[in-house]
């Protein structure tokens, strides 16, 4: 089983496609951001690498 330490992180992000996810956290072990899609149950992942060119904030 691979060892997680979640950080929390509630921020609003815009995906590739314009939808609107929110962020739940990081994985600082696993270097990865969890998020949730709208209507859509369980949490999703991205590598942290790849979240700053795929993802773009949304201005509150």
């Known amino acids: ?4 330490i979640i950080k ?15 962020t739940i956290g990081v994985d600082v072990v696993n270097h ?3 998020f949730k899609r709208p209507g ?8 942290r690498e790849l979240w700053g060119k795929k993802f773009r904030k949304v201005a509150p």
């Open 32 to 34: 990865r951001v969890l």
């Open 40 to 47: 859509y149950e369980h949490p999703c992942m991205q590598p």
């Open 8 to 22: 929390q992180w509630v921020e609003h992000y815009k995906d590739p496609r314009g939808v609107v996810v929110e």
């Open 1 to 4: 089983m691979e060892t997680e």
